[in-house]
């Protein structure tokens, strides 16, 4: 995972554990333009982890096969945020939200970054926040807390938006969107709020290939902490 401090920017670096219980810290090889506009992604595609960082003045990415030794590498890519990143074993994809629009771009290498339309069949709006991507090995799903609408694409290039709200944010019930998405081997969960209450949302409307079927989401509320 990566992690950001807004006041030192030389703490915006990759944490990684061999256990899953003790936490490590990584100095990457570049520095950030800005540590106020400091944000990150992390992601790997089976054979190589990818660092971006983004700032003020500059979007950095690094590559490493084994999350220790990291060598720079320079992007293209021109905007000042890193967004949350997967990718297929062909190809790198990070999705990037803003209170302006969202966004996601796509790279065969890490290094060239190309900015691609996110779709057919709804325009999905602006986000604070960035929503969640993931890449099940058949399909890259996108969710995005800014309108609760889902993006799909079978290459990262390629995106198909549905229409209408999934997540039941609209004006009669507010504040309800998921802001993060995995695969199970069978199912997709996604995590955010409906009307306010945290919980998951559960979809297993997917054919025997993994590929995304447009349906019904139910919510299940988080447990309520005594």
């Known amino acids: 995972m990566c992690s950001s401090d807004l006041f030192n920017e030389w703490l915006s670096r990759p944490i990684y554990t061999t256990d899953g219980t003790t936490w490590r810290s990584k100095e990457m090889p570049f520095p950030l333009g800005s540590p106020a506009a400091a944000s990150c992604g992390f992601g790997w595609n089976g054979t190589t982890f990818l660092y971006a960082q983004g700032g003020a003045t500059a979007f950095n990415v690094a590559t490493s096969t084994d999350a ?38 796509t790279s065969p290498d890490g290094v060239t970054w190309t900015t691609r339309t996110i779709g057919s069949g709804g325009t999905p709006g602006p986000s604070v926040l960035d929503g969640g991507i993931v890449w099940n090995g058949t399909v890259f799903l996108a969710v995005h807390p800014g309108s609760s609408q889902v993006s799909t694409s079978p290459d990262g290039v390629t995106w198909t938006t549905s229409s209408a709200t999934v997540f039941g944010g609209n004006a009669t019930v507010p504040q309800s969107a998921a802001f993060s998405v995995a695969w199970n081997g069978t199912k997709w969960v996604a995590t955010g709020f409906f009307g306010g209450v945290p919980g998951t949302w559960h979809n297993s409307n997917a054919n025997a290939s993994g590929t995304y079927q447009s349906g019904a989401w139910v919510f299940y509320p988080s447990p309520t902490l005594e």
């Open 68 to 105: 220790l030794d990291w060598q720079m590498k320079f992007s293209n890519h021109v905007s000042s945020v890193a967004g949350r990143i997967v990718a297929s074993p062909s190809m790198w994809v990070m999705w990037n939200g803003s209170a302006a629009s969202s966004s996601i771009q």
